[in-house]
């Protein structure tokens, strides 16, 4: 809810800053101003000034300013809304009532969170109340008794049925729980959505249990996902918050840092290990929102996640989504193809810390994943992201002291870099995703499925020929499936939202991308990424083949076999020289 303009100026005037900021940081009087040692960074000197006259606050060390409401904002780490009310209740002033909720609305609220709360403290009992296999196995990962306490680990019972006649018995709607997330239908009925796993609570950063992920945890246990996590509900949007921030966040205001992991598993291992100012992102990938929640609380942020390729391409991502938040993370590599977790158990804490003390800068970072010492080709990519990245800066300071470091790295000079930067301006466009550090593996896949949706007639034709398991995306794969086996005709001429409706919600942006985008349709274009991706197939067939025989070395059928499959690759490139089977060869 955004108030009125006319009510925040009255709420301001009657708020003087000088009283306000009085309150947390002792001003003294200097001439016409007030200055004290900035409340935001470490310094001797004063240099924090608030402006009577002007109403608002500005440090010259560490460059913060603002209003009497963006100074609440900052030292009490809470949202404007808050900071309104807050000010408003320091002078009296009612704010207008929010829009009432209905009846429903607040009885759904308000079940749900009963809900989450009951079901932590049954996994939580679950977990504790005597030794079984789950504890064990938390054990073996070296998570103490007093870790299980901090953030309330649980575990899911084997029945399938357990959480829910638990929250039956305490007397829980079966509306609600139906839409709890918790549980799944299961022949007109409901069965618990999580069992036989360790239960992982997400709590909002102001305690409210909203979400619970999971892991399995038995040798052998086959059951499909790993990790299972709670879908999105009335209360809960998992890009709009962290896991582990409401235990960790006075610690990471005391410290004024935080060290970003992937997973819920590194975050325990580093809290263990004595990294108290840790939080982890809700999934693969940082969202915007929770860059603007992590940066409520401090804007010096460690990434530290796997050192393996998947890794290095999500820290880019989280990287990305950073910077357009004006905030410059530092990057942690450890060695290749090493989490978190196991490089604590392996070397400990004080090897972690040496690690993080050589954190690296965006560009450091770049520089060393992109190889740029190898060679001048490596170099030149490697620069390239760092003017796209530097062309974000909107602090002309910043940006220049950037490109003086960034200038020394490289070995080249400063003025070229601006030169660089000033042809990058002259461009219509910036690129959206500076460290793509790769080619998208599935560009051919989606080119190829947004020619089928967008041309239907000219394409249809190639059904036969293509076969499902050419398509690697599961995505993907589904939507072709339903193409290619006409389980609803029509699909081939629909090209809106009716499409989305054989989706989960949360694969909805994925899928809107690939309506969105109208292809020329070229025949012989076309049919080169068809081709494609029959011989990308063919080689992961030729790669299984190659592991068995090496076990089978006497196995005449499949040594043919191979020779076979061989065959009919070099064949196929011989139909189609260069282009995208090039590329997707290369």
């Known amino acids: 809810m955004r108030y009125d303009q006319n009510l925040l100026d009255d709420i301001r005037s009657a708020n003087s800053i000088v009283d306000v900021i009085g309150e947390y940081v002792p001003l003294k009087k200097s001439g016409a101003d007030y200055k004290a040692p900035c409340p935001f960074h470490n310094e001797t000197k004063p240099s924090f000034t608030v402006s009577p006259r002007l109403q608002i606050f500005k440090c010259f060390g560490c460059g913060k300013g603002g209003n009497v409401f963006t100074f609440l904002m900052e030292y009490e780490k809470i949202t404007f809304n808050e900071a309104v009310k807050k000010l408003a209740d320091r002078v009296g002033i009612k704010l207008p009532a929010y829009k009432e909720q209905s009846k429903e609305e607040k009885s759904l609220y308000n079940s749900l969170y009963g809900i989450y709360e009951s079901a932590l403290r049954y996994y939580h009992n679950n977990l504790t109340s005597k030794e079984n296999d789950g504890l064990a196995y938390l054990q073996s990962r070296n998570v103490s008794d007093k870790d299980i306490k901090t953030f309330h680990l649980g575990l899911a019972q084997k029945t399938q049925s357990a959480l829910y006649e638990h929250l039956i018995k305490r007397g829980f709607a079966k509306g609600a729980l139906a839409k709890s997330g918790l549980f799944a239908n299961s022949n007109g009925g409901l069965r618990d959505k999580f069992f036989d796993r360790i239960m992982f609570p997400v709590y909002s950063s102001d305690g409210k249990v909203i979400a619970f992920g999971s892991r399995i945890y038995k040798e052998g246990d086959d059951r499909g996902a790993k990790y299972l996590n709670s879908p999105e509900t009335t209360i809960y949007q998992k890009r709009k918050h962290l896991y582990g921030l409401y235990q960790t966040k006075d610690s990471i205001i005391k ?36 860059a603007k929640l992590l940066s409520r609380y401090t804007k010096n942020i460690y990434i530290l996640y796997d050192s393996d390729s998947a890794g290095k391409d999500a820290a880019a991502r989280a990287l990305n989504i950073l910077i357009t938040q004006s905030i410059f993370p530092k990057l942690i590599l450890l060695p290749a193809n090493t989490d978190p977790d196991d490089f604590l158990e392996e070397h400990g804490a004080g090897a972690l810390r040496d690690y993080i003390d050589d954190a690296k800068t965006f560009y450091g970072f770049i520089y060393e994943i992109r190889n740029a010492d190898k060679n001048l080709d490596n170099k030149r990519r490697a620069l390239n992201d760092v003017i796209a990245i530097l062309d974000q800066i909107e602090n002309p300071v910043q940006k220049e002291l950037y490109v003086q470091e960034c200038a020394n790295l490289f070995g080249v000079s400063e003025t070229n870099v601006f030169r660089a930067l000033q042809a990058l301006k002259k461009k219509s466009w910036k690129p959206k995703d500076p460290l793509n550090l790769h080619v998208d593996p599935y560009r051919e896949e989606k080119n190829i499925i947004q020619l089928i949706i967008s041309h239907p007639e000219q394409c249809a034709d190639y059904f036969d020929e293509i076969e499902i398991d050419y398509f690697t995306h599961p995505l993907i794969k589904k939507l072709f499936k339903l193409f290619k086996t006409n389980e609803n005709p029509d699909l081939l001429t629909e090209k809106g939202a009716r499409l989305l409706d054989y989706f989960d919600p949360q694969d909805a942006d994925f899928i809107s991308d690939l309506l969105f985008a109208e292809l ?10 068809l081709l494609g ?49 090039k590329k997707l060869l290369s």
């Open 255 to 290: 410290n004024d840092s935080a060290i970003l992991v992937e997973g819920n598993i590194d975050l325990i291992a580093l809290w263990h290990h004595g990294f108290k100012n840790v939080v982890a992102s809700l999934g693969t990938a940082l969202t915007e929102e929770q």
């Open 520 to 529: 020329p349709f070229s025949r012989n274009e076309f049919e080169k990424m």
């Open 533 to 581: 991706l029959q011989i990308r197939k063919l080689n992961v067939d030729l790669n299984t083949l190659n592991e068995y025989i090496i076990k089978h070395p006497d196995n005449e059928e499949k040594i043919q076999e191979k020779k076979a499959i061989k065959h009919k690759i070099n064949q196929l490139k011989k139909d189609f020289k260069g282009g995208t089977v």
